[in-house]
Each structure stands twice: as structure tokens, then as C-alpha cells.
């Protein structure tokens, strides 16, 4: 287990070192629009883990479980966590086209 665990920190360790100028900044498109859908989805983090307890509920073992409310919570996850990581992408591939000087292809 040790192994695999070095070998995760070494990938994490040469991605931060490697990365570019377009890297880090589609990284901080995302983490932006993260933190601006998070406001507007969740509203503070009280709000958040109340979403993760409904949906993470099972049906059969709990007496309180409502189906409506189970797939909302998990859809707004998935949809938020969707919008920020699509966020970096389009940011990464954007970004040169918008920017040329700074952003090189």
C-alpha cells in the first residue's frame, strides 16, 4: 500500500511541477466557478451536507428516505460538480484562442 501511495504523491508532485501557465489558470476557472455555483446551489455548506445526507439515503433502511428529494440532492451535486469540472475544460481549450500572447498553443 505504501507503494501505491508514493507513486500517487510523485503523479500529483510532477503534475504541479510541470504544469503551465494555461494548466493552472483553466485549474482557477474551475475552482471560481465552483465556489460561485456552490453559492448559488447550496448557499453555505450547512446546506451541502444536508444535499449529501439526502442523498446518500437507501430506501429500504431508512424510515425518513423520500425518493423526490434523494434524486434532487444527488442531481444538484452531479450538476454542479459537472458545470465546474466542464468549466476547466472549455477554459483550457478557450483560453489560447481568447488570449494568444499569453496563452501559447
Same mark, same amino acid.
Given at each position: 500500500?505504501?507503494?501505491?501511495? %508514493?507513486?500517487? /504523491?510523485?503523479?500529483?508532485?510532477?503534475?504541479?511541477?510541470?504544469? !503551465?501557465?494555461? !494548466?493552472?489558470?483553466?485549474?482557477?476557472?474551475?475552482?471560481? *466557478?465552483?465556489? %460561485?455555483?456552490?453559492? @448559488? /446551489?447550496?448557499? &453555505?455548506?450547512?446546506?451541502?451536507?444536508?444535499?449529501?445526507? =439526502?442523498?446518500? =439515503? #437507501?430506501? @429500504?433502511? &431508512?424510515?425518513?428516505?423520500?425518493? *423526490?428529494?434523494?434524486?434532487?440532492?444527488? $442531481?444538484? @451535486? !452531479?450538476?454542479? #460538480? %459537472? %458545470?465546474?469540472? $466542464?468549466?476547466? @475544460?472549455?477554459?483550457?481549450? +478557450?483560453?489560447?484562442?481568447?488570449?494568444? +500572447? #499569453? /496563452? =501559447?498553443?
Amino acid at each position: 500500500m505504501l507503494k501505491s501511495d %508514493l507513486e500517487f /504523491f510523485k503523479i500529483i508532485y510532477h503534475f504541479f511541477a510541470d504544469g !503551465t501557465r494555461l !494548466t493552472y489558470a483553466a485549474m482557477g476557472v474551475a475552482v471560481f *466557478v465552483a465556489c %460561485l455555483y456552490f453559492g @448559488i /446551489f447550496f448557499s &453555505d455548506f450547512s446546506g451541502f451536507e444536508e444535499d449529501v445526507d =439526502k442523498a446518500e =439515503k #437507501i430506501p @429500504i433502511v &431508512d424510515p425518513d428516505y423520500d425518493y *423526490v428529494e434523494s434524486k434532487w440532492s444527488s $442531481g444538484k @451535486i !452531479t450538476i454542479w #460538480i %459537472l %458545470l465546474s469540472v $466542464g468549466s476547466g @475544460i472549455l477554459a483550457y481549450h +478557450q483560453l489560447p484562442d481568447w488570449f494568444p +500572447q #499569453i /496563452f =501559447k498553443k
